[in-house]
């Protein structure tokens, strides 16, 4: 067994070094940071067969220990996601740079030039698990807005990560950038998790990613100031007035075009003057791709297949092919569903009355809100971000799919010419 002092000499010996690397991230070019990527981007695709197996030895030891189903979908890997971790890659060359950008600005009246300037963190820590995409992600999002960046991405992933940020490491050193601008500490398991959550003075910020339960832990036992990212359980509203048609498509594409991510539908509300008219198609074409359906009696007289729906349906992120489904009096009923059950993430209205639109939009309370639209568009690659570091369900600093201007704060930058106060 390695000795506990020597393993925190370790870690603190990776955090002096990231706080190093930020230093020297603060001062480079844009075409030094998109060299960086672009060097990233492609040795993502040249080792594929690296990432793949190593991935494989992590799917093979979690599904022998239990792995839920919809962990182990997101943990896998394929010669698709590769590439498309690659084209996201390659889309956050192609952003702008948030660094140096003036956010305002004024010229006193006694001279004094005042800006307030976008800057880079610093060093940014990420606590995840069984979600490797997130390591190039992450990784690419904070090299391009100039921080360094300390990734324990957890036991599941654990073979998958070695391999990406090793790959990552030897494209920051090809293009002469240090390579500790991205570490993992994996290697010390709970130790180092424990230690990023403590590192206040190393780590300008933390970012978890996960289960409810770990990001409640993060935010509870961390001193570094936290980006709290939620889980989401998210609901869609079906009006009066929705279409049939849409109804349909957006109610199965939010449910089961990837259902083990936080922006896959889990609870389905439904106007009680359309229920008729529209729970036994929506409903119908959700069974046909083996979702499990818990609803309410008014639901199951409509629908008999369905299972009797618990109180603790409407708290669940299922992750997986299951939804609640309940019908609401009006539009105020089910604000009020979503308003006690709500995790804040992403609210769907499908409608036809702009009036009930408007309302929801400016009464619902979640990091994003939509009218007729899927819920699986809340991601930072579909708002054009090239990818994302998380979903922000807080309402200080950052809010929704964060991308590169969230990974930054700013300084007031003041020039004068010898002016004093009186």
Not at 113 to 125: C, K, M, T, Y
Request: hydrophobic share 45%; aromatic share 4%; charged share 20%.
């Amino acid at each position: 067994m390695v000795d506990s002092a020597v393993i925190e000499h370790t870690i603190a010996e990776k955090f002096e070094a990231a706080r190093g690397a930020a230093r020297t991230l603060s001062t480079i070019t844009t075409s030094q940071k998109n060299a960086a990527l672009a060097a990233i981007a492609r040795d993502v695709v040249a080792n594929m067969a690296d990432i793949i197996a190593a991935n494989a030895r992590d799917l093979e030891r979690g599904k022998s220990n239990g792995m839920a189903e919809g962990l182990q979908e997101r943990l896998r890997l394929t010669p698709d996601r590769i590439e498309q971790l690659s084209v996201a890659v390659r889309d956050i060359i192609e952003l702008a740079d948030p660094v140096g950008v003036v956010a305002r600005g004024s010229v006193l009246p006694n001279g004094l030039a005042v800006s307030q300037v976008r800057v880079p963190f610093g060093v940014i820590g990420a606590i995840y698990e069984a979600r490797p995409n997130v390591t190039i992600d992450i990784a690419a999002l904070a090299l391009k807005s100039g921080n360094a960046v300390i990734l324990r991405g957890g036991s599941a992933a654990e073979e998958s990560n070695r391999v990406l940020v090793a790959i990552i490491q030897s494209a920051l050193a090809s293009v002469g950038i240090v390579p500790t601008a991205v570490q993992t500490i994996d290697e010390f398991g709970r130790d180092g998790a424990k230690a990023l959550m403590q590192a206040r003075g190393f780590v300008d910020v933390l970012i978890p990613r996960g289960s409810a339960q770990l990001i409640r832990t993060v935010v509870q036992e961390s001193t570094v100031p936290v980006i709290e990212t939620g889980s989401g359980i998210v609901h869609v509203f079906l009006d009066e007035s929705a279409d049939t048609a849409i109804a349909i498509d957006i109610v199965h594409n939010a449910k089961v075009q990837r259902p083990s991510v936080c922006n896959a539908l889990e609870t389905l509300l439904v106007h009680e003057a359309a229920a008729e008219r529209l729970i036994p198609v929506v409903l119908a074409r959700l069974a046909e791709s083996g979702v499990t359906i818990h609803a309410d009696e008014r639901t199951r007289q409509l629908f008999p297949q369905a299972l009797v729906a618990s109180e603790e349906v409407w708290s669940t992120e299922h992750l997986g092919l299951e939804i609640g489904v309940r019908v609401v009096s009006d539009l105020d009923a089910a604000i009020d569903h979503i308003t006690t059950f709500s995790t804040k993430h992403t609210e769907s209205i499908i409608t036809n009355d702009l009036t009930n639109a408007d309302r929801f939009l400016a009464e619902v309370d979640s990091a994003v809100v939509m009218v007729n639209a899927s819920t699986r568009f809340t991601d930072g690659a579909e708002f054009g971000f090239g990818a994302e570091v998380g979903i922000s369900t807080q309402k200080l600093h950052a809010r929704g799919p964060m991308g590169l201007p969230e990974l930054t704060s700013t300084k007031w930058v003041v020039r004068g010419s010898g002016q004093v106060r009186g």
